[in-house]
């Protein structure tokens, strides 16, 4: 590509992801536990609590447990019964019967654990372990992308990285890329344990589920040329490999068959920017930047 294409493609980026992640602007009240706001949740969201008063004391500016739900147990215990009750209601995804835990900061004592198909409705923070499949060369290699089984809860059919997953409780980012790697692309735990982390992206955005608030760990692996990704457990249905131009012309797409979801386009991104494989101007850069930092809290 010209000089002039690629420069597009990345402002075509940047006004992408500029608008899907765009920060909440409704009001947002707090969901505070032991001092903590540990959640975000607007008023809609927040009335719809007011039905679980054995869990849950509903304020107008927060939210917080009854003061008897004191410890872990009883907390996850309860909270799992309230995301059961809104499951049934049609207002979160699909069930997973996985939970993460919720805290104050990743890898401290959890305050509770909390089924995953709740988190952005209750508007926690999330954590993932992501990875850019790297076959190193020229003009910053070639990337892997694989597309998401269209029966998948979150972002059906969608381009995604290689491997890519939440974190649920009690595992850390390390083992989370290995089981994911292996499920999702069939590379051995030996591979997949040279996965080097390079960077902790945010994303804060407002979502039809409610807010999403994530770090992903993005992490790069070098891939030999010969490799061909392999899904495991089905939930990805295609695998590509591209160079680092026709990569950036995926993460800017915003419509069709190849649209690649906004966490992984900005560990993409990211990416990008290290490999110094595209022509970037300071305003483009500088905005990209931006967009992979956001703040998690109001």
Do not use: Q
């Not at 030996?190 to 608030?213: N, Y």
Request: with cysteine.
């Amino acid at each position: 590509m010209r000089r002039s294409e690629l420069t597009s493609i990345v402002t075509a980026i940047r006004s992408r992801l500029e608008a899907l992640l765009a920060p909440p602007t409704v009001p947002l009240r707090r969901f505070v536990v032991d001092g903590d706001a540990i959640g975000w949740l607007d008023d809609a969201r927040a009335s719809r609590l007011e039905a679980f008063s054995d869990t849950l004391v509903v304020e107008h500016d927060h939210i917080r447990f009854v003061d008897a739900l004191d410890s872990h147990g009883a907390r996850s215990d309860a909270m799992e019964r309230v995301a059961r009750t809104l499951s049934s209601e049609g207002l979160l995804s699909a069930w997973r019967d996985e939970r993460y835990a919720v805290a104050r900061a990743f890898g401290v004592t959890p305050s509770f654990d909390l089924e995953r198909s709740a988190a952005r409705y209750f508007g926690i923070r999330t954590y993932a372990a992501h990875v850019n499949g790297v076959v190193p060369g020229p003009n910053g290699g070639w990337l892997w992308f694989g597309r998401r089984s269209p029966s998948k809860a979150i972002d059906p059919g969608m381009l995604d990285n290689l491997v890519g997953g939440g974190i649920p409780a009690r595992m850390s980012a390390a083992e989370t890329v290995i089981k994911e790697a292996w499920e999702e692309a069939g590379i051995p735990t030996d591979v997949a344990a040279a996965a080097i982390l390079v960077a902790e992206i945010r994303i804060c955005r407002s979502h039809p589920l409610g807010l999403e608030r994530e770090t992903v760990f993005a992490h790069d692996l070098a891939l030999a040329p010969e490799f061909t990704p392999e899904a495991i457990d089905g939930e990805v249905v295609e695998f590509r490999r591209v160079n680092a131009a026709d990569g950036a012309a995926l993460i800017a797409n915003r419509e069709g068959h190849d649209v690649v979801t906004a966490d992984a386009s900005l560990v993409v991104v990211d990416w990008l920017l290290r490999s110094a494989a595209l022509p970037m101007n300071v305003e483009d850069r500088a905005a990209l930047r931006r967009l992979c930092s956001a703040a998690l809290d109001f």
